[in-house]
């Protein structure tokens, strides 16, 4: 896993259309790519984040539009790759030789609310003052 995936995922590339890229759905690819992980990781990783309640109403809706639009695959939105790498950190952090997925699991039900889109958000916020901090200082 990169331990720079956050500056990949938050790092503020404006879209042509102007819409905000971290509101922009993308591809499980991608997702694997800003994560450092290849896409059975990613999807190992993905298994156990529906313990969450907004990530699981996001899943349900990607799947529904999948559906409704005859979309090949469901498309990953940004708060859902934040999720998933969080989720990887955990497991990077057990040691071998034991189920890690288990583990994962009760910490992240005892911890729910640091999984939510308004801490996804006060990070992104966290992330983006910082970088707008470092350009003010070089200028």
Same mark, same amino acid.
């Given at each position: 896993?990169?331990?720079?995936?956050?500056?990949?995922?938050?790092?503020?590339?404006?879209?042509?259309?102007?819409?905000?890229?971290?509101?922009?759905?993308?591809?499980?690819?991608?997702?694997?790519? #800003?994560?450092?992980?290849?896409?059975?990781?990613?999807?190992?990783?993905?298994?156990?984040?529906?313990?969450?309640?907004?990530?699981?109403?996001?899943?349900?809706?990607?799947?529904?539009?999948?559906?409704?639009?005859?979309?090949?695959?469901?498309?990953?939105?940004?708060?859902?790759?934040?999720?998933?790498?969080?989720?990887?950190?955990?497991?990077?952090?057990?040691?071998?030789?034991?189920?890690?997925?288990?583990?994962?699991?009760? #910490?992240?039900?005892?911890?729910?609310?640091?999984?939510?889109?308004?801490?996804?958000?006060?990070?992104?916020?966290?992330?983006?003052?910082?970088?707008?901090?470092?350009?003010?200082?070089?200028?």
């Amino acid at each position: 896993m990169k331990s720079k995936w956050r500056e990949q995922l938050f790092s503020y590339q404006p879209s042509q259309s102007g819409a905000n890229p971290l509101v922009l759905p993308m591809s499980k690819a991608k997702a694997a790519k #800003i994560l450092g992980i290849c896409y059975r990781t990613l999807e190992r990783w993905a298994e156990v984040a529906p313990i969450i309640p907004e990530y699981r109403l996001i899943l349900v809706r990607m799947k529904t539009l999948t559906q409704e639009k005859k979309l090949r695959a469901p498309p990953i939105t940004p708060y859902q790759v934040w999720v998933i790498g969080k989720i990887g950190e955990l497991f990077s952090d057990i040691t071998q030789g034991i189920d890690k997925k288990a583990f994962v699991e009760i #910490i992240i039900e005892a911890h729910k609310h640091e999984y939510t889109r308004a801490e996804f958000e006060k990070e992104q916020l966290r992330f983006t003052s910082q970088v707008l901090g470092e350009i003010h200082h070089v200028g």
